[in-house]
């Protein structure tokens, strides 16, 4: 009796065999998973950390040298402080304005009724349908006219490339926040219009506390999105000043002789901060107010 208490759980079960067929081989597959994942931040990281300038033949945390990101960070040619204050602006303003906008347009799609509101929603789907980059030279040529004639929004401001992040980011979310809205009930709406309350007191003081799970997805994605762009970016600018991260990174490797792989993964690794910073800072906001919505009745 007592040997038998003792044995493996996976005895029990039919033994190591039977519980690899079954269950463990998930396991290796998910360690290969998790290094594969893993292994090019991880060779990133490590190149950041060493003073050669290319990334061949070479072997990981082999010196600890910070050099780098000093050298990033007080250089006057690679300015990459500015390079990020840019980019955090643009990306900031971007994801409050482009949420705001978007919640405003879902709400009126999912409450009220007017005409042409059907149309609307199909032509928001539709407009999704066709690739971004269609529309660079479209938004080159128009920046450029606006330039002469309205220079605050035109290229080389930054005013000009949050109008054309919006232009490009407010179809989806409007269409992603309206099927949100559509999970709350009406009669919420029809109890607070009983009591006086306007269109606009509904919307600030009940719908927005409600889908605030959605909003901060739609904040953090677009803010995701905004951060990392390189295209919109480098034919907006086109002085070392005015970069983002993105473009300003790239002017790194610009010199085929001269490629600084080193400062470049430096710059890659500190610029990843602010997004993880934001991630982790919204993700118990996220998964709580997500599952608390999927349980209330």
Do not use: C
Request: proline letters at 3%.
């Amino acid at each position: 009796m007592t040997t038998l208490q003792t044995r493996h759980p996976k005895a029990k079960r039919g033994g190591f065999i039977r519980w690899f067929t079954q269950v463990g081989w998930k396991h290796i597959v998910g360690l290969v998973v998790i290094v594969f994942a893993t292994f090019p931040l991880v060779y990133i990281l490590s190149t950041s950390l060493t003073k050669m300038g290319n990334i061949e033949n070479f072997t990981l945390f082999r010196s600890f040298y910070l050099g780098n990101y000093k050298d990033l960070l007080t250089s006057t040619d690679y300015p990459f402080v500015t390079w990020m204050k840019n980019t955090l602006i643009l990306a900031g303003a971007t994801a409050v304005i482009s949420v705001f906008i978007s919640a405003l347009a879902a709400f009126a799609f999912s409450r009220l009724r007017f005409k042409g509101r059907r149309p609307g929603l199909l032509a928001l789907i539709l407009i999704q349908m066709f690739p971004s980059i269609l529309g660079l030279t479209a938004v080159f040529g128009i920046l450029s006219k606006l330039t002469d004639y309205v220079p605050a929004i035109g290229l080389g401001t930054k005013a000009g490339l949050i109008l054309v992040y919006l232009g490009g980011s407010l179809g989806g979310g409007t269409y992603l926040m309206y099927g949100f809205f559509n999970t709350i009930p009406k009669e919420l709406d029809e109890a607070a219009k009983i009591d006086g309350a306007t269109h606009t007191q509904i919307f600030y003081k009940i719908i927005l506390r409600l889908v605030a799970p959605v909003l901060a997805v739609m904040a953090l994605l677009s803010f995701i999105g905004t951060f990392g762009d390189y295209v919109l970016a480098s034919i907006v600018f086109n002085t070392n000043q005015q970069y983002t991260v993105a473009v300003g990174l790239q002017s790194l490797l610009a010199d085929p002789w001269t490629k600084q792989w080193a400062m470049f993964a430096a710059g890659a690794v500190m610029s990843s901060l602010p997004i993880i910073i934001i991630f982790v800072s919204l993700q118990k906001y996220i998964t709580n107010g997500l599952t608390g919505g999927a349980v209330k009745g």
